[in-house]
């Protein structure tokens, strides 16, 4: 891979969070795994919204109708283009990832029955589990799980011994929020092509923000995203799915603006996406998130993911050496994103986030909403430090310090 640089100087100075203390010690925000911070361009793209072009979309034929229109639209179009997707039409907006997969397993679920068989993984998001178990219990279908391998990947074999003329659906994520697995998504395509019908479905929640993306070369037939997570606002976010397929799933939600003509005994759908966009959607939002991905892509998302994965390679290293350490995910640091899972042996992940926290650190401590993982590896929580295009090296440094002050606190 051709090496891009990135300048994280520069970068900072567009994000005015960051430049912050806490009780008195510079911020260090390794939190991006559950929220990114949003770039200066992003805040003025939705206040410029505000002052100038803000009206319900659709409705209207006055300008401003017009112009939040043409917003909402030209940043469904924004995002398909990021994505490769081959017509905007493909693009539904939700509040984001958990709303996504929340939208595909009922839809999907609609036409599903005892005999039907769902796939997930023991690595999933609680976003990419509960909804599927509401299936499940709704409609009888059965659930199944993918291991996981000790080095924390999607046990393959196992994946493959589940697939079969029953699975109808294959739901895993991109890139795990808990362990950091970049997971070889297009061989997973392949697999479930060669052995069912299924639809294939990734939680993108992870993967989006970070790596480059091309749906039509993924092999996936839907793939779910957060703006939260990528530079963009909160509560909006979306899906891509391939036409054919948006088109013979039936709503999510009723309501203004998904119907084409309604009746006193049942109504007829608009088409897609908008069959899927019921009530007055985040526009905002939209203009927020196009904003994020022009951003990212005049970072580069190569030179992001390059940037992520020298601070990972650093963070892993230097964390190796802190006695009683034990770093969760794979060992091929090829194989991981910016996230980095650990425990400190004989000591609780709440506590050492808060002594973290303490020297103006921020990580995140807990089960990060995968609690199949944790019981996986036989803990209750771990500690998560999570980076991205804004966190330097000084920053990694300041963590492994910080866990060693920790280790001393706590473990006499
Ligand atoms: N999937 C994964 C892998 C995640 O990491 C997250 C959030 O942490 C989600 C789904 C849910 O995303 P959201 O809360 O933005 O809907």
């Not at 567009?14 to 805040?43: E, H, W």
């Not at 030209?74 to 939208?103: C, K, M, Q, Y």
Request: charged share 20%; hydrophobic share 40%; net charge negative.
């Amino acid at each position: 891979m051709q090496t891009v640089a990135l300048d994280v100087a520069a970068v900072r100075r567009d994000f005015p969070v960051l430049d912050q203390t806490v009780d008195g010690k510079p911020l260090v925000y390794l939190d991006s795994a559950a929220s990114s911070q949003k770039p200066r361009q992003v805040i003025d793209a939705i206040s410029r919204y505000y002052l100038h072009d803000h009206a319900n979309v659709h409705r209207g034929v006055h300008e401003l109708a017009r112009r939040a229109t043409e917003a909402y639209e030209s940043s469904r179009e924004r995002i398909a283009r990021w994505l490769n997707a081959a017509d905007a039409h493909e693009v539904v907006w939700t509040r984001g990832t958990s709303e996504a997969l929340n939208l595909v397993a009922f839809s999907l679920g609609e036409g599903l029955g005892p005999n039907d068989e769902v796939v997930i993984s023991e690595m999933e998001h609680h976003s990419n589990l509960v909804p599927w178990q509401l299936l499940s219990a709704r409609k009888g279908v059965r659930l199944r799980y993918t291991g996981l391998t000790d080095d924390g990947r999607l046990d393959l074999d196992h994946l493959a011994s589940l697939l079969g003329p029953r699975t109808r659906v294959v739901s895993l994520p991109h890139v795990s929020n808990a362990l950091g697995t970049i997971n070889p998504v297009q061989k997973i395509g392949a697999l479930v092509r060669g052995r069912s019908d299924a639809v294939f479905i990734l939680d993108g929640a992870q993967g989006a923000p970070h790596l480059p993306l091309d749906v039509q070369a993924l092999g996936c037939d839907i793939y779910a995203f957060s703006g939260h997570k990528m530079c963009g606002p909160t509560g909006i976010g979306g899906l891509w799915g391939r036409r054919a397929l948006l088109d013979e799933m039936p709503p999510y939600q009723g309501g203004g603006e998904m119907i084409e003509r309604v009746f006193h005994e049942y109504s007829t759908w608009a088409e897609v996406p908008h069959k899927f966009e019921a009530g007055t959607p985040n526009i905002a939002g939209t203009v927020g998130l196009a904003a994020a991905v022009d951003y990212l892509e005049d970072v580069g998302l190569d030179a992001i993911h390059q940037h992520e994965m020298a601070l990972t390679r650093r963070a892993v290293s230097l964390l190796s050496e802190v006695d009683g350490i034990r770093i969760l995910g794979p060992t091929d640091l090829d194989d991981r994103a910016g996230v980095v899972p650990f425990v400190l042996e004989g000591t609780s992940a709440q506590d050492v986030a808060t002594i973290l926290d303490a020297q103006g650190i921020a990580v995140r401590a807990g089960h990060h909403c995968a609690q199949l993982v944790v019981d996986r590896f036989e803990l209750s929580a771990t500690v998560r430090a999570s980076f991205y295009l804004y966190n330097s090296t000084e920053e990694v440094k300041r963590l492994v310090a910080g866990v060693e002050t920790a280790r001393r606190l706590l473990l006499p």
